[in-house]
């Protein structure tokens, strides 16, 4: 009786290990594919309770979208500059038994493939684009017909790529140190341009404000000998009604004008008759010969 019993329990004990090995669950957001010694059985198994064989190892893989991001990559462009680039791959698992074929079960293979082919891809595109053009350019430049192409390898490894970007773009650091140099050349053409055009602006300036000076200067000149000449005029045509009503002033006046600026002066030397009409009026204030003797006898 305790035999037959061992022998029940045993047999339970059998069946529950079978069970054990027979029954598995799959999470949501999760697929499974089962191998049977190595190979690979054909069905794959979506969330939920699912029978097996006991002799079949399960291998269970995200079917959630993956993102991830490669830095540093570096691209030649179309005018040999050296750009690292940073890009973003969005992906999920499209058909689980592929995908375990294709990469023996092992996701990093997978992103490291996907990752190859982009990057060949990009690199072919990035080629035909020069530095101005790649900050605006769609996915570096990459056509439709290349994103499909891509998509089209990435479903060859069962895997669907959902989305491709570039997320960071910059030079490599002797070309963004050549670009520098580049930047400051022009700065400094520039500067020198500005400065060159200042200076003759301020020669341009300077020579209109002399020339306007000198217009002024001859204009006020002209306007003053004007002036000047209409008031000799005037002081002429009083002197000649003075003079016509006193011939003797007249007189008188011219010949103190030639006093004062024929004697007086040093080194000059005047030779003139003593009698003649020059010093008449030294002689006498009146300036007739008659007084001069008169006063000489006195």
Not at 208 to 233: P, S
Not at 256 to 262: D, G, Q, V
Request: with cysteine.
């Amino acid at each position: 009786m305790a035999r037959r019993a061992g022998l029940w329990v045993l047999g339970v004990l059998i069946v529950a290990l079978l069970l054990g090995r027979s029954l598995f669950t799959v999470a949501q957001g999760e697929a499974a594919v089962c191998t049977r010694l190595g190979q690979l059985e054909p069905l794959a198994y979506g969330p939920g309770l699912h029978w097996k064989s006991p002799l079949d190892r399960v291998h269970r893989f995200d079917e959630r979208l993956t993102t991830r991001i490669y830095p540093g990559e570096s691209f030649l462009t179309a005018d040999q500059r050296t750009l690292s680039v940073d890009f973003l791959l969005r992906y999920r698992l499209a058909d689980v038994p592929l995908f375990y074929r294709s990469t023996g079960g092992d996701e990093d293979v997978a992103a490291q493939r996907l990752a190859d082919l982009t990057r060949d891809r990009l690199k072919e595109a990035v080629a035909h684009e020069t530095l101005a053009t790649m900050q605006g350019a769609v996915r570096g430049g990459l056509s439709a017909e290349g994103l499909q192409a891509l998509r089209a390898a990435a479903q060859g490894m069962g895997v669907q790529l959902v989305d491709l970007q570039l997320q960071r773009i910059d030079l490599s650091d002797q070309a963004a140190s050549a670009v520098y140099q580049r930047m400051e050349q022009s700065f400094n053409a520039r500067a020198q341009q500005l400065d060159a055009s200042g200076t003759l602006q301020a020669d341009q300036m300077r020579a209109d404000g002399e020339r306007k000076r000198a217009e002024l200067l001859a204009d006020a000149t002209r306007q003053a000998q004007h002036i000047r000449a209409d008031a000799d005029a005037r002081a002429a045509a009083l002197y000649a009604r003075s003079y016509g009503r006193n011939p003797e002033l007249a007189a008188f006046t011219q010949s103190l004008a030639a006093y004062k600026s024929s004697l007086g002066r040093e080194g000059d030397v005047l030779v003139i008759t003593p009698e003649g009409d020059f010093f008449k009026y030294l002689q006498s204030p009146s300036g007739r010969a008659s007084d001069a003797r008169a006063a000489g006898t006195h």
